[in-house]
């Protein structure tokens, strides 16, 4: 059998055994041969600490199913976790190693208190930078930390604007980048959640103008099968929740170009 043919067989995520030194070891498949110079899987093992993954040739299925993660259950079942983080009286389970590469916020946060076995961010539970997050986004971000968990199959269009400003306010460049392609390629986000999430964007400053032009476009995009009247409605929602001269004449001059807005 080719090795193309044996690498269509498995999906990243899939369950699987690693076989390494002589000995199967059970665990997550996190890449695909294709992704390897060496033409070899990518593993995260079960026994493997948090940072670690295993590179093999061969692998095979794993008949044993993992259960999949439940809102609430942002951890790996195979690594325990070490820190809470509490939203006032919810809390959800993580990893200090994982906060701290994911965000030099976390990093200096965490570096303050070593042997802190909690996190009390009880001030972002229900908003961060002006965007409604909740205990989803933040389930929806914790997930993204854990080894081996597919962004898209994390995010959904309910959590990823709350999970993007989780990320934008503390510095997870990774996952921001992630939910900015998410944003940019993903058709269904209401325009009603854009023009609210363009207000708050707005006050992100450059690291956000990717997703603002693009929520700009997706407001006027023909998906949402608006007319001249329609177009103006948007423009005088977006003049009620303050949006910034900017962002207002983007609208404008998106709306004129695409010849939607019509004589004023």
């Not at 026994?47 to 692998?59: A, G, H």
């Not at 820190?83 to 959800?92: E, V, Y």
């Not at 503390?170 to 609210?196: G, H």
């Not at 693009?214 to 005088?236: A, F, N, T, Y």
């Amino acid at each position: 059998m080719s090795e193309k043919k044996c690498s269509e067989e498995y999906q990243v995520g899939d369950r699987v055994e690693a076989c390494y030194k002589g000995r199967w070891y059970a665990g997550d498949l996190v890449k695909l041969p294709d992704c390897d110079p060496h033409g070899r899987y990518t593993v995260h093992c079960d026994c493997d600490d948090l940072r670690d993954i295993t590179r093999v040739k061969v692998i095979r299925h794993l008949k044993e199913k993992r259960k999949p993660l439940e809102i609430g259950d942002t951890s790996d079942p195979g690594v325990p976790t070490d820190i809470t983080i509490r939203f006032g009286d919810q809390a959800l389970e993580t990893y200090r190693f994982a906060l701290r590469v994911a965000s030099p916020v976390f990093r200096v946060m965490l570096g303050k208190d070593r042997d802190a076995e909690e996190l009390d961010l009880s001030v972002d539970a229900k908003e961060v930078c002006g965007v409604s997050t909740g205990m989803k986004a933040w389930t929806a971000f914790l997930k993204c930390l854990v080894p081996g968990m597919g962004f898209n199959q994390v995010v959904s269009e309910e959590t990823i604007l709350g999970l993007t400003a989780i990320a934008h306010k503390y510095d997870a460049q990774r996952i921001f980048e992630s939910a900015e392609e998410f944003i940019l390629e993903n058709k269904k986000l209401p325009v009603a959640d854009l023009l609210t999430f363009c207000a708050a964007i707005d006050a992100f400053g450059e690291t956000s103008k990717r997703i603002m032009e693009s929520c700009v476009d997706r407001l006027l995009m023909p998906v949402h099968g608006m007319d001249k009247g329609q177009v103006r409605e948007v423009i005088k929602q977006a003049k009620e929740l303050k949006l910034s001269k900017k962002v207002l004449s983007a609208i404008a001059v998106r709306a004129l170009e695409r010849g939607l807005q019509g004589n004023q």
